[in-house]
């Protein structure tokens, strides 16, 4: 059991970083980005790529990490332009749309191009115990990483100018341009920034196991599960999730097998719904 709960941690952590990038871009616009599993899956491949060209570890995930960036940006520069104009559900459902062919377009590409392709950062030396727990080094490392990420996650938005701005267009983006704040330009880092932790998620991930070019929607499945149990919008609400989902998801994949820990994350998702429709830490409307 104690195996199962250190390993759901190490998952939990990914899971609430994976959340936080989805929730930021619909707590921010309204957007529902279904391609945000893409985006991490092409920084995975583009690092694996760059390190089959000869490129070391660390400017490969650099470039990895540059990639997912600019998949926000090109998505803020082209099909979310008309998504922008309208308001409420029409916003989140043309989103929905528009992503999700994007989403499909990626994984047709990526399965004909590289169908066999997947990043796997083996992190070498032996398994280090904790609480007698022998745990690898690569899950460990993911963890830290992700943190790491976590904590200037917080100084960012609660400390920097740029941070607080994001946050009171998230809150009232209205009252936000009226003190001369560019709701477009925050959602465009905000893209950025969801594509950057995309791609963090997917190469940390490729530390305890590969991610291949089948991972997109997996990814965007689990990211929506957090956010909607977080509180779409939340992001402390995101982090809080990912790890209860991922000691939930660990758990139950040890005891019952993992496609019912999938159903169970599903059935978790549906009951804060039709308890608590704005999520654990999510603001009520």
């Given at each position: 059991m104690i195996a199962s709960i250190l390993d759901g941690i190490v998952l939990g952590f990914q899971f609430g970083l994976l959340g936080a990038g989805l929730t930021l871009v619909y707590g921010m616009g309204g957007v529902l980005n279904l391609a945000y599993g893409q985006m991490g899956v092409i920084a995975a491949i583009t690092a694996s790529l760059a390190m089959d060209a000869g490129a070391s570890v660390l400017p490969a995930v650099g470039l990895g990490l540059i990639a997912g960036g600019l998949l926000g940006l090109l998505l803020d520069r082209t099909i979310l332009r008309p998504v922008y104009r309208l308001r409420d559900e029409a916003r989140v459902l043309l989103s929905l749309l528009l992503t999700l062919g994007v989403a499909f377009i990626v994984d047709g590409f990526l399965n004909w191009r590289y169908p066999l392709k997947a990043l796997n950062l083996f992190i070498s030396g032996g398994a280090i115990e904790i609480l007698e727990v022998p745990m690898r080094r690569g899950s460990l490392l993911a963890?830290?990483?992700t943190l790491v990420i976590?904590?200037?996650?917080?100084?960012?938005?609660?400390?920097?100018?740029?941070?607080?701005?994001?946050?009171?267009?998230?809150?009232?983006?209205?009252?936000?341009?009226?003190?001369?704040?560019?709701?477009?330009?925050?959602?465009?880092?905000?893209?950025?920034?969801?594509?950057?932790?995309?791609?963090?998620?997917?190469?940390t991930r490729s530390m305890v196991i590969p991610v291949?070019?089948?991972?997109?929607?997996?990814?965007?499945?689990?990211?929506?599960?957090?956010?909607?149990?977080?509180?779409?919008?939340s992001v402390p609400g995101a982090l809080l999730a990912g790890l209860i989902l991922g000691i939930v998801n660990s758990i139950a994949a040890s005891t019952i097998g993992t496609f019912m820990s999938l159903v169970i994350l599903l059935a978790a998702?549906?009951?804060t719904i039709l308890i608590r429709p704005s999520g654990i830490l999510g603001v009520a409307e």
């Amino acid at each position: 059991m104690i195996a199962s709960i250190l390993d759901g941690i190490v998952l939990g952590f990914q899971f609430g970083l994976l959340g936080a990038g989805l929730t930021l871009v619909y707590g921010m616009g309204g957007v529902l980005n279904l391609a945000y599993g893409q985006m991490g899956v092409i920084a995975a491949i583009t690092a694996s790529l760059a390190m089959d060209a000869g490129a070391s570890v660390l400017p490969a995930v650099g470039l990895g990490l540059i990639a997912g960036g600019l998949l926000g940006l090109l998505l803020d520069r082209t099909i979310l332009r008309p998504v922008y104009r309208l308001r409420d559900e029409a916003r989140v459902l043309l989103s929905l749309l528009l992503t999700l062919g994007v989403a499909f377009i990626v994984d047709g590409f990526l399965n004909w191009r590289y169908p066999l392709k997947a990043l796997n950062l083996f992190i070498s030396g032996g398994a280090i115990e904790i609480l007698e727990v022998p745990m690898r080094r690569g899950s460990l490392l993911a963890s830290a990483i992700t943190l790491v990420i976590m904590a200037l996650l917080f100084v960012f938005f609660r400390y920097t100018i740029l941070g607080q701005a994001v946050r009171s267009v998230i809150e009232d983006e209205e009252g936000a341009r009226l003190v001369g704040i560019d709701p477009n330009r925050m959602m465009r880092l905000i893209l950025v920034l969801s594509g950057v932790l995309a791609a963090l998620v997917a190469i940390t991930r490729s530390m305890v196991i590969p991610v291949d070019v089948q991972a997109g929607f997996p990814i965007t499945v689990f990211a929506l599960i957090v956010a909607v149990v977080g509180g779409l919008g939340s992001v402390p609400g995101a982090l809080l999730a990912g790890l209860i989902l991922g000691i939930v998801n660990s758990i139950a994949a040890s005891t019952i097998g993992t496609f019912m820990s999938l159903v169970i994350l599903l059935a978790a998702a549906a009951v804060t719904i039709l308890i608590r429709p704005s999520g654990i830490l999510g603001v009520a409307e």
